[in-house]
């Protein structure tokens, strides 16, 4: 990285600072022959499962796939509907489409860009069989308000968890109804994101908080059946070789990608750390900005992405001037997944979504961004905001 280039997001600092435990690892999968599934995505699944404190982790080949057999795992069927929300990758609707279910659509809170619980249950009709939050750039959904909900209506909850491997819930939950039991919530502080619903999904793209150097996915779960059914769908519905009981996925993860995982396991809580501090900073550099809103710094945020909202329409101008600086800004998303080709028209309209998918804009964030590098951020933002 130049001087005068400062990119979304820099993999190469943190390669530098394991890569002999990368290299150790990689080189004990080469001589023992074994690629696919075996002893190392064993480990990882054990080790994962323990870190996040659930009973079962089964490892996947993508984020997409988790979700999927999450889904039908859980007992999602044709005809059934999902709901979810609109501000997410369009992965999190398509897996509920490729299962046969409907994605309905609940608005998002702006503050948290998470779904607003208080729009579930004018969601619900007799086909509604699951809710699907998603812990977007790594903060924690309500969890609490949409558990009690789902208990309320009997409806399974799958956490889409790709961008929060380490988020943990705090009870910071926004606007809480008074249904939102103080128990639920007690009992849930503390927890990390996919530990609390019935399935958690997890991305490992190299680009997550915890990323492999490849595709990779992770299904966690406390219940038994679950799990057993994940596994089954894994490997062509077979937990049995040449005993296919239903139709199932080749959905394995890496022998390569899971002890790669393993190492990387080891360090993600302080890099997550490090991620809230960098964010802090930004926030502090930050404050009291014109026309520009920043995300709250909460405990159990791991800020997979540092996103701002630039108000008054000047977002693209903004990005632009950036990128003329040679400052990486992304915008995650533009379009709302109900918005997207493939589902235009049939959903209504979701206000608050289609708001902030005109002004989010994500800043460079990765563990070991410096102060400096920040600053010099920051300083471009102010000028392209005052431009703009």
């Known amino acids: 990285m130049t001087q005068n280039k400062i990119p979304i997001l820099d993999l190469k600092p943190q390669y530098r600072a394991i890569q002999e435990e990368i290299k150790a690892a990689v080189n004990r999968v080469l001589e023992s022959g074994q690629f696919i599934l075996g002893p190392e995505v064993q480990q990882f699944e054990t080790d994962a499962a323990q870190h996040l404190g659930v009973k079962h982790a089964i490892g996947v080949n993508s984020g997409t796939d988790a979700l999927i057999i999450g889904l039908r795992a859980a007992g999602i069927t044709p005809g059934d509907e999902v709901i979810t929300t609109p501000f997410s990758f369009f992965a999190t609707a398509e897996s509920i489409s490729m299962v046969g279910a409907k994605p309905v659509f609940v608005d998002i809170d702006a503050t948290s860009f998470n779904l607003n619980p208080a729009q579930i249950r004018a969601a619900i009709t007799e086909k509604t069989?699951?809710?699907?939050?998603?812990?977007?750039?790594?903060?924690?959904?309500?969890?609490?308000?949409?558990?009690?909900?789902?208990?309320?209506?009997?409806?399974?909850?799958?956490?889409?968890?790709?961008?929060?491997?380490?988020?943990?819930?705090?009870?910071?939950?926004?606007?809480?109804?008074?249904?939102?039991?103080?128990?639920?919530?007690?009992?849930?502080?503390?927890?990390?994101?996919?530990?609390?619903?019935?399935?958690?999904?997890?991305s490992f793209f190299p680009t997550k908080n915890l990323g492999a150097y490849g595709d990779g996915g992770l299904i966690t779960t406390n219940d038994d059946a679950i799990a057993t059914m994940a596994r089954k769908l894994r490997v062509h519905g077979a937990l049995k070789r040449y005993h296919n009981e239903l139709l199932g996925y080749n959905s394995r993860l890496d022998a390569m990608q899971a002890a790669?995982?393993?190492?990387?396991?080891?360090?993600?809580?302080?890099?997550?750390?490090?991620?809230?501090?960098?964010?802090?900073?930004?926030?502090?550099?930050?404050?009291?900005?014109?026309?520009?809103?920043?995300?709250?710094?909460?405990?159990?945020?791991?800020f997979h992405q540092y996103t701002v909202r630039v108000l008054e329409g000047k977002r693209d101008a903004v990005q632009s001037y950036l990128a003329e600086q040679g400052i990486g800004a992304m915008v995650y998303y533009p379009i709302p997944q109900d918005r997207l080709p493939v589902y235009d028209g049939q959903f209504p309209t979701y206000p608050v979504s289609e708001q902030v998918a005109s002004e989010v804009l994500s800043l460079p964030m990765w563990p070991e961004l410096e102060a400096p590098v920040q600053e010099r951020v920051v300083a471009v933002l102010k000028d392209a905001i005052a431009a703009a």
């Open 129 to 202: 069989k699951a809710i699907l939050p998603v812990h977007l750039f790594g903060n924690p959904a309500p969890m609490a308000q949409v558990l009690d909900i789902a208990a309320e209506h009997s409806l399974k909850v799958l956490e889409d968890c790709a961008q929060s491997f380490g988020a943990v819930y705090k009870g910071d939950c926004i606007d809480c109804e008074p249904s939102c039991q103080d128990d639920i919530r007690d009992r849930l502080t503390g927890k990390f994101a996919g530990a609390m619903g019935d399935v958690g999904a997890f």
């Open 260 to 302: 790669i995982l393993g190492v990387k396991l080891l360090h993600v809580s302080q890099w997550n750390q490090q991620r809230r501090q960098v964010a802090a900073t930004y926030n502090r550099l930050l404050a009291d900005v014109p026309g520009l809103v920043t995300p709250a710094v909460t405990a159990g945020h791991v």
